[in-house]
């Protein structure tokens, strides 16, 4: 028997680009408050390895959810949604079982409907 086993095509850039730039924007932040934060001290604050978290910001490496899941509640700015939404773009991504990549698109498509009806609600309502 011939098995022959195919992974899906890889990720867009710019669906990577998404959390790479969430990830890049925390740090230029803090590196603005302090101008001696370093890759490693944002690392360890993510409890990333800091040759990893390199890699990520070169788009060499990806996320695990577990770990997007862990870098989501240090991320100062993103509020509630804004973390639900970094874990689905990760796990969309990197998750190793196609479904849990597909769960996670269908959720991010669930996600921008809701936006879109919350938009066209809102224009009705103001007129």
Do not use: C, W
Not at 56 to 64: D, E, R, Y
Not at 94 to 99: D, M, R
């Amino acid at each position: 028997m011939n098995y022959s086993f195919t992974r899906s095509k890889k990720p867009s850039l710019i669906e990577r680009l998404k959390y790479i730039s969430v990830l890049k924007k925390e740090f230029q932040n803090r590196k603005k408050e302090n101008k001696f934060y370093s890759l490693r001290a944002f690392a360890k604050l993510l409890q990333l390895d800091p040759i990893h978290l390199s890699r990520i910001f070169k788009n060499q490496k990806g996320l695990s959810r577990n770990k997007a899941e862990i870098a989501s509640r240090k991320l100062s700015h993103l509020d509630f949604s804004q973390r639900q939404e970094f874990i689905l773009t990760v796990t969309s991504i990197s998750a190793h079982s196609q479904l849990a990549r597909n769960l996670a698109k269908m959720g991010l498509r669930n996600r921008e409907k809701l936006k879109q009806a919350r938009a066209a609600a809102s224009t009705i309502a103001v007129r």
